[in-house]
């Protein structure tokens, strides 16, 4: 069984251009999540998905930051007209129900030139 | 709210000496709690949970117990190797719902 993949691992973007992160859970889970963790900081909570619907987005910036999980494909996080204060590592992480523990992917590293 | 507080790093230890990485949490209810373990360039990897009171998880040497008294979920290994380096979080998630709170993480290095 796959773990959680996160591709690319690397993402290097200009200021004003749009990144796309992609997330794709392990297999059976349809919870997926969205971490930031900014450098030498702890992991910061965005985004909670499930099929097709946003659950939670508390800490979602309220622009240029959207999430969604279609009922075909993987987790797709994007940011709008990227600023260089977004560069930092990216991480998705899949649950196969409520309280069970999330199963990390490898991560994204965004840099913002 | 809920929140997990853990021991400031970095901390700093010869190969074979005992490790106590701190996690104190607040949280409504019962929670389940969690160590990660975030080797450089990786992803976090659950390294022990414990669901309720009492429980001690346990995995690679590394345990810690839940203590709900103290709301405290410390984190301990006997002997540590070079290769346990790395960052340390520890996480509480809430019942009945995935708010997963992480500490800051405290990096760990072992030398030889």
């Known amino acids: 069984n796959a773990g959680v993949m996160q591709n690319p691992r690397h993402l290097v973007r200009r200021r004003g251009q749009e990144a796309r992160l992609r997330c794709s859970p392990m297999?059976?889970?349809?919870?997926v999540y969205w971490y930031r963790q900014l450098p030498e900081e702890g992991l910061k909570f965005m985004v909670y998905?499930?099929?097709?619907?946003?659950?939670?987005e508390s800490g979602m910036p309220k622009e240029r930051f959207s999430a969604e999980f279609p009922k075909e494909g993987p987790s797709i996080l994007r940011i709008q007209q990227v600023v260089r204060g977004d560069s930092a590592a990216y991480f998705c992480?899949?649950?196969?129900?409520?309280?069970?523990?999330?199963?990390f992917g490898p991560g994204t590293r965004l840099t913002v030139l | 709210g809920n929140s997990v507080t853990q021991m400031e790093g970095p901390v700093t230890l010869s190969e074979e000496a005992f490790l106590t990485i701190n996690c104190t949490y607040t949280?409504?209810?019962?929670?389940?709690l969690f160590w990660y373990v975030q080797y450089p360039g990786e992803g976090l990897q659950l390294l022990l949970k414990?669901?309720?009171?009492?429980d001690k998880g346990s995995n690679k040497g590394f345990e810690a117990t839940y203590r709900k008294e103290t709301t405290s979920f410390h984190l301990e290994k006997g002997s540590v190797q070079v290769s346990d380096s790395a960052v340390y979080f520890c996480?509480?998630?809430?019942?009945?719902?995935?708010?997963?709170?992480f500490g800051a993480g405290t990096r760990l290095t072992v030398k030889p």
């Open positions: 992480a899949s649950a196969d129900r409520l309280d069970n523990e999330q199963f």
């Open positions: 297999k059976g889970h349809s919870h």
């Open positions: 998905l499930q099929k097709e619907n946003i659950i939670d």
């Open positions: 949280a409504t209810g019962y929670p389940s």
């Open positions: 414990a669901t309720k009171a009492d």
């Open positions: 996480a509480l998630s809430p019942r009945g719902n995935n708010d997963m709170r």
